[in-house]
């Protein structure tokens, strides 16, 4: 089961929303808005963005890590050089 | 017009590109995929959308702000408050 | 016990080089240096600090997360909100 | 001259403050402070130094490319690939 499986309904409804502000930009675009606000809304969706991945490792860390934890150190190395890599991807993307 | 017209049709091909990762995350999630497989698949999406952002402020900066600079340096200074205000949402986006 | 406590060398090593850097970026100023390469600069110094900062962030959650882990759930949600919180800043420092 | 010329001053004020702030990263870790607390003082430098780059940029822009696109086309398409690459550079410091 994934992480976010009691989140999930919300993570989609989040996700709609992304998809509705990219297809905004298009119309944005098509109709040769200003540039600066074009780069305003693409820097508000990034961020919509970034708050679904943060939420996604906020449930990653509480359940996946968490319950390899409870298992025992051997799998939890493995779990947190993997959760660190894709951190490591959110602040570098 | 728009600084980015002579790049619009590459623009918006970015940007329905864009739209359709968004659509791939939202079967993902459907799908109960692993946390960090989504999460990667988002960092993808944020730097996609600041490759569009970063395009676009060239665009911009080599047409709107160039523009105004060969009109003198009244207007000047406007532009680039205004574009690094933009810059600084992308930086902290 | 801090979980950096293993690798507390290498972390005030790297704190060190970042001081360094830092007083390098200093000279660069006093001596009028090309803005660009000033900025290049200051991007190289915000990388080795957010290296520095990941490697915290791996050791919290595989010293600090997984101790409380082992401990019981009740202790890992405080624990994991905390650490989002800080990846979250990390993100959109 | 540099772009920054204007803002020496206050651009070398906010370089020794961000060195005070590293030095002090660097007593936390001697100290072995909690990790998240040495983490959000990283945060704290890195924006800080985000705020000089940010300034830099604004500096740049209003002086050296307005300069250039007031001399004509020819250099200021140099001049703005140059600074979107450093901006690029901020963006996914």
Do not use: P
């Not at 493995?78 to 890599?85: D, I, M, S």
């Amino acid at each position: 089961m994934a992480g976010y499986a009691a989140d999930k309904k919300a993570c989609m409804a989040r996700l709609k929303r992304a998809e509705g502000q990219v297809r905004g930009l298009q119309r944005m675009v098509e109709e040769d808005a200003y540039c600066l606000d074009v780069l305003t809304q693409v820097s508000a969706i990034t961020k919509a963005l970034q708050a679904v991945a943060l939420k996604l490792m906020d449930d990653h860390l509480g359940h996946c890590v968490a319950a390899e934890a409870v298992e025992g150190r051997g799998a939890i190395e493995v779990k947190v050089r993997e959760a660190t890599e894709a951190i490591a991807q959110l602040v570098h993307a």
